[in-house]
């Protein structure tokens, strides 16, 4: 009956789950346990509600379609047999090869039915030039904005993604939605490090990771695993930062930066844990790597790492190293990033990026006791980020506060004011800008 509707399992699948539900009934069959059926592989009948569908679709009782088969003449009256037998039993050649004409006739429908599928898509070349340019936007103007409004926006346009990679698409177009999604995913990550959830980022990074990996993209691949490694690094596990870059590093990019940022990391993450030869050894790496960039960071903007932001990691490895050499080393590059970062018109300006390299200045000069220069640097960061305060900086001003404590500094009129300033600023939280954000 299902080949004389010329139906297939799928289609027939279909049938019945709309049968199903207009009889209120919430039995389901997949199309293996349809294919037993039709092969006779049922030892007495189905469910009872599986019959009461099937009885539903075809009019017949589940006793009659599970039965044998029915019995026509040449006329069409029941009772005679639907084969003839020959002489030996056999079938006549013209039924047997109708019969062989309606197979290969039904294989070519099944066919150009899937074709029909297999061709369908729901996104468009306007729809991936939408994502595009919404990724775009948003890794250009992420340094430089409130964290939580992006975070929102970030959080949609991942939902919508992931929505259209449950349909159907080409497998090009997958592979698109894929980049994107990995892409939304890691600054999804980086956003929520910025809000201080080390732990909800370590998740969305590794679904980005996942992402680049259905994408085939290896400048992803490399750059999310230096996400990765930067969470580790700042949730104190160095040698987890150091693994996951050694890791990232295994992935050539076909473009941009994300090997000179890799270097980078492992050299702050080998400094904090006091190897100043594998310090240097990273640190040196990353120039080489710089050397070698092929192309343009895809998407850009959040994504690139610009050789200010390279000054200003290699200052942070030089003051985790300490002695008053590497502080003096530290200071030079600190102030060399801080003027790089100034560089960039104010509406492009990596403010937080900034205002880590003005607190590694202020370290250096503090470990030199130099207490009016490191001054300078942390009131400038006080006024910069106060409309887009991250978990970061604020960690890095808690440092520094504990450093103004010093027995050298007790009784210090400067210190004690700046303090008070550290104190009072690092008194409203990450957490602060998301209640502000949400209004």
Not at 176 to 184: A, D, I, P, Q, T
Not at 191 to 212: H, P
């Amino acid at each position: 009956m299902l080949r004389q509707n010329r139906r297939t399992v799928q289609e027939f699948c279909a049938d019945f789950h709309a049968a199903a539900r207009e009889l209120g009934e919430s039995t389901v069959v997949s199309p293996r346990q349809v294919s037993r059926w039709l092969g006779g592989q049922l030892g007495g009948l189905p469910h009872p509600a599986m019959c009461r569908v099937l009885e539903r679709l075809f009019g017949e009782s589940a006793e009659e379609l599970f039965g044998p088969p029915r019995q026509v003449d040449a006329g069409g009256d029941p009772g005679a047999a639907a084969t003839r037998p020959g002489p030996s039993g056999s079938r006549d050649q013209n039924d047997v090869d109708i019969s062989i004409e309606s197979e290969v006739a039904m294989a070519a429908v099944e066919s150009a039915r899937f074709g029909q599928f297999a061709e369908q898509s729901n996104v468009g070349p306007h729809s991936l030039e939408q994502f595009r340019a919404d990724v775009g936007r948003i890794v250009t103007t992420y340094p430089n904005r409130p964290v939580y409004p992006l975070f929102v926006e970030l959080r949609e346009l991942r939902d919508r993604v992931f929505d259209l990679l449950e349909g159907r698409q080409h497998p090009a177009q997958s592979q698109e939605l894929y980049l994107v999604g990995g892409v939304v995913c890691g600054v999804l990550a980086n956003a929520s490090f910025d809000l201080g959830w080390l732990s909800a980022a370590e998740t969305q990074a590794r679904t980005a990771f996942l992402c680049a990996e259905l994408a085939g993209n290896n400048s992803l691949r490399s750059w999310i695993r230096g996400t990765q490694s930067l969470i580790a690094y700042w949730d104190e596990r160095p040698r987890d930062a150091v693994e996951l870059a050694a890791q990232g590093w295994s992935y050539e990019p076909e473009t941009g930066t994300p090997r000179v940022r890799l270097a980078s990391i492992e050299a702050r993450a080998h400094a904090r844990l006091g190897d100043q030869r594998a310090t240097e050894d990273s640190l040196r790496r990353a120039d080489r790597a710089r050397a070698e960039v092929a192309g343009e960071d895809q998407p850009g903007g959040l994504m690139t790492f610009p050789v200010a932001k390279q000054t200003f990691y290699s200052a942070t490895a030089w003051l985790w190293l300490g002695d008053r050499a590497n502080l003096q080393q530290a200071e030079r590059a600190a102030e060399e990033a801080v003027a790089l970062y100034q560089e960039d018109p104010p509406e492009r300006r990596r403010i937080g990026e900034m205002s880590l390299a003005r607190l590694d200045l202020a370290v250096a000069r503090l470990g030199q006791d130099n207490l009016e220069g490191a001054a300078e640097q942390v009131r400038a960061v006080l006024e910069a980020t106060g409309r887009r305060r991250t978990d970061s900086v604020v960690r890095r001003l808690r440092q520094i506060g504990q450093v103004l404590q010093r027995p050298h500094l007790h009784g210090n009129p400067l210190a004690l004011d700046l303090r008070e300033q550290v104190v009072s600023f690092c008194e409203f939280a990450p957490q602060a800008e998301l209640v502000e954000g949400a209004r």
